[in-house]
Every structure is written in C-alpha cells, then in structure tokens.
C-alpha cells in the first residue's frame, strides 16, 4: 500500500503549510484501525518520524517540532492532516504519511522547502 501526501511547496520561513494523505481504497475499510503518522526525510538524512494520531486521537510529536506542527485525522475521510506553523529552514524535507509502525511500501512524498 502507497499513501500519497500532498499539499508542499515552496514558503518563507515563519509560514504555514498544511499537508494531506488521504488513503487508497484498498485500504479504506481498515484505515481507522492504524496509527498513522508523518515522517520526513531530508537531503542526507535518515528518515525520520514527525508526529503519529493513534485512532482515538492521541498524538505524539519529535521535539523538533512540537508546538508548531498538528497532527489530526478524519476518519470518515480516511484521511491525516499535518498543519505546520512557523516553519523553519530545518523543516525543509520531503514528507511522507504511513502507519505507524511503518507499511513496507512508502509514496512519493510531498516536498517542502523553506527559505530563510
């Protein structure tokens, strides 16, 4: 299964963005059984986990991140949400949503640049 995230691009920093992942329907009618999560991976980095809703809710966000970025989730829509505040020229990455832990397959991604 390939998750597709939307919603990147080019923003100053101190900007918003707000990507989407909306699942597959061949996974739609056990999407809101999963924990997903957003992952980001920049230029020479490992990947790495940013923020993850379990089904009822709750989050978990990297430090690197908390206080600006939510995480959220429409389960009617099947779909997951990742709002980012005051972005930063670290932010900068491609950005992916899977499960959490991960499904083997990842999309494409969504990238996200900032400039300072």
């Known amino acids: 299964v390939q998750l597709q995230a939307s919603g990147g691009g080019l923003v100053q920093a101190g900007g918003s963005l707000r990507l989407s992942c909306a699942a597959p329907r061949s996974i739609t009618s056990v999407f809101n059984s999963y924990t997903m999560a957003w992952y980001r991976q920049a230029p020479g980095k490992e990947r790495e986990s940013v923020a993850s809703i379990t089904v009822g809710g709750a989050t978990n966000y990297a430090d690197s991140v908390k206080g600006r970025f939510t995480i959220s989730r429409n389960n009617a829509r099947k779909t997951v949400y990742l709002q980012m505040n005051s972005l930063k020229s670290e932010d900068t990455s491609v950005y992916y949503c899977?499960?959490?832990?991960?499904?083997?397959?990842w999309g494409q991604g969504t990238l996200v640049t900032v400039s300072s």
């Open positions: 899977n499960a959490s832990p991960p499904w083997q397959q």
